[in-house]
């Protein structure tokens, strides 16, 4: 009995695609790593590479180098920048998987993760919580979070039930439900701001998103949402490259689309909520990060979530190290960084692709 050892294996082109996915990921774990070592190191207060070098060794290996450095620098390195630097890598990687994951779903590269309104739940839920009165009784930065979670996923949650129609989603009327609903929701948080007496500066600053209050705890919650996040989009990126045909002839391969739609959906809008919830609302990361890979490589979604994930969390790296840099020792909020910087960079690939 003769067996045809195609069975068995890939092809050889399968093969070289299959390298290929890795060595773009690997060049991004690689990119990734340089941009954390960069915005560890510089900040308003100097702090000698050396003495870097010598802070995370003893702290991550317990290998004593010599502690020639102050206890002050220790702090600010290791309390203070690195978990701010590594909570802008999470909220980056999360806001721009789960672009990529929206623009697979929806079958538009201009989707973006605040497309069915997480950004105007979020914002509203901030705006009553620090406009209101109950910063009197429980503590802003434990309860904000919160309400930028709840509000992000109410609106999201309303947004899908009205497009929900004989137990199937319209993606368009999703769309459109959640433009609504996020209009809606920005009105209301603009007449809050306009009736209310307090100083405007924590909500304006929060809309505009920033990592100024990051601590460790709120790096450990939000891997509890971007890791089983991360393996699901995964688990659906085969899924999503078949969507790319239409949904009847995916359907026809024995995609089951309802269940997609759900599951993606659901996946896409915890991981933004979350991040919004603890950064504030930060654009363009979630439409810039996968479009620029998709330009730059492929459309394949199996390299696209991994590597859009790398470069957003790449570009909100540097974006925050400008915003904290550039009129030291004030800040600017992070939003204002992503949007100037990610525009023209955008539409010079953009151009580049075109021509």
Not at 216 to 227: C, R
Not at 248 to 271: C, H, P, R, Y
Request: aromatic letters at 10%; proline letters at 4%.
């Amino acid at each position: 009995m003769i067996v045809n050892n195609m069975s068995f294996y890939d092809s050889p082109t399968q093969i070289l695609a299959q390298k290929s996915r890795y060595n773009r990921i690997w060049i991004g774990i690689l990119f990734l790593t340089c941009c954390v070592f960069i915005g560890i190191c510089f900040g308003t207060i100097h702090i000698p590479i050396k003495h870097t070098i010598g802070i995370l060794t003893q702290s991550l290996t317990f290998f004593n180098l010599g502690n020639d450095w102050t206890n002050s620098h220790e702090i600010i390195l290791l309390k203070i920048r690195l978990p701010r630097v590594i909570l802008a890598c999470i909220v980056g990687a999360a806001l721009a998987s789960s672009g990529a994951a929206f623009q697979g779903l929806f079958r538009n590269p201009l989707a973006d993760p605040y497309l069915i309104g997480v950004a105007g739940g979020a914002g509203l839920g901030a705006a009553i919580t620090i406009l209101s009165k109950i910063t009197l009784i429980v503590n802003l930065e434990f309860f904000l979070p919160i309400a930028a979670f709840s509000g992000a996923i109410i609106t999201v949650t309303t947004a899908y039930f009205i497009s929900l129609k004989s137990g199937k989603v319209s993606l368009i009327s999703l769309i459109l439900a959640g433009v609504a609903i996020s209009a809606s929701t920005s009105a209301i948080t603009a007449f809050l701001m306009i009736r209310s007496n307090p100083d405007l500066r924590p909500l304006v600053s929060w809309l505009l998103g920033g990592f100024q209050s990051a601590e460790w705890p709120q790096v450990l919650i939000l891997l509890v949402y971007l890791i089983p996040s991360w393996i699901l989009m995964m688990a659906y990126s085969r899924t999503l490259n078949t969507l790319q045909l239409d949904e009847k002839m995916a359907k026809q391969l024995g995609v089951n689309i309802e269940k997609t739609k759900v599951i993606i959906i659901t996946t896409a809008t915890l991981t933004t909520a979350a991040a919004v919830a603890f950064s504030g609302i930060i654009g363009f990361v979630g439409l810039i990060a996968p479009h620029c890979v998709r330009l730059i490589w492929n459309n394949d979604y199996r390299s696209l979530i991994p590597t859009s994930a790398l470069l957003g969390a790449s570009f909100m790296i540097l974006a925050d190290l400008v915003s904290r840099t550039i009129i030291a020792p004030s800040e600017l909020p992070v939003g204002i960084i992503t949007a100037l910087f990610g525009t023209p960079f955008f539409l010079y690939l953009l151009r580049k692709h075109n021509a």
